[in-house]
């Protein structure tokens, strides 16, 4: 079981916003910030977001928020390219290391 | 440009060692930390191992405690995995990735294959 709770899967039709959520506790996202990582057909992931930063040449339908416990990642305006899984991952105090979510699915209709 | 170019994946029996290399060129290498990740076959991403930007300090997950341990040398500009003890449910890719304010990870290594299997 992961330390960071994320949705299987979520879907959209091109062009809607949907939002992914990861949820953790105080020991890491109610402490740190997260990151948002992109992985299609289990190539090489790629990087998204920064807690609420976009990483050079991200197109800007990318967004990132936190709230308390509970991080989000938002994908406004849901583009055919943007099927993949997206994990998140953070540091945490309490087990001195690194914690990453189960991923979601992130399936285009 | 940023580049981390990954070597030294194979196959190997249980009980076995392997040594990962991941070069990386394009930025001041002794200013960061790195890690690396692993991602079984039809699984998830699972974080292994932090070395900080001077070696001083590194962590290493509980799955891999006392079997791998991370180093690097900045004269190579190289991030090492060392893994000893290896057992059948270590076969994964296995990521280099460079840190970012200990929080993030901006850039990831094209990922190399081990295989542990009798």
């Known amino acids: 079981q992961s330390a960071l709770t994320q949705e299987a899967s979520v879907s959209g039709t091109v062009g809607q916003k949907v939002t992914l959520s990861c949820t953790g506790n105080?020991?890491?996202?109610?402490?740190?910030?997260v990151g948002w990582y992109q992985q299609i057909s289990h190539g090489i992931p790629k990087t998204v977001m920064f807690?609420?930063s976009l990483p050079s040449g991200i197109p800007d339908r990318f967004s990132g928020s936190k709230s308390g416990t509970t991080a989000s990642l938002t994908i406004s305006g849901l583009q055919p390219e943007d099927e993949a899984d997206y994990y998140c991952?953070?540091?945490?105090?309490?087990?001195?290391?690194?914690?990453f979510g189960g991923g979601t699915k992130v399936t285009v209709l | 440009q940023v580049q981390l170019v990954q070597s030294g994946g194979g196959v190997v029996q249980p009980g076995g060692s392997l040594r990962l290399s991941c070069a990386v060129s394009?930025?001041?290498?002794?200013?960061?930390?790195m890690h690396w990740v692993r991602q079984a076959p039809g699984k998830g991403l699972e974080w292994v191992a932090i070395i900080s930007h001077d070696g001083n300090t590194k962590y290493h997950a509980d799955s891999v405690e006392g079997r791998f341990t991370i180093s690097r040398d900045d004269s190579k500009k190289t991030v090492y995995l060392q893994m000893n003890s290896l057992r059948v449910e270590d076969t994964a890719v296995y990521y280099c990735?460079?840190?970012?304010?200990?929080?993030?990870?901006?850039?990831w290594g094209q990922g190399a294959l081990v295989t542990v299997s009798s």
């Open positions: 991952s953070t540091w945490d105090h309490s087990l001195s290391g690194w914690v």
């Open positions: 990735a460079r840190d970012k304010q200990w929080q993030f990870v901006d850039y």
């Open positions: 105080s020991n890491n996202i109610g402490t740190y910030a």
């Open positions: 807690g609420n």
């Open positions: 394009g930025f001041t290498f002794n200013t960061f930390s």
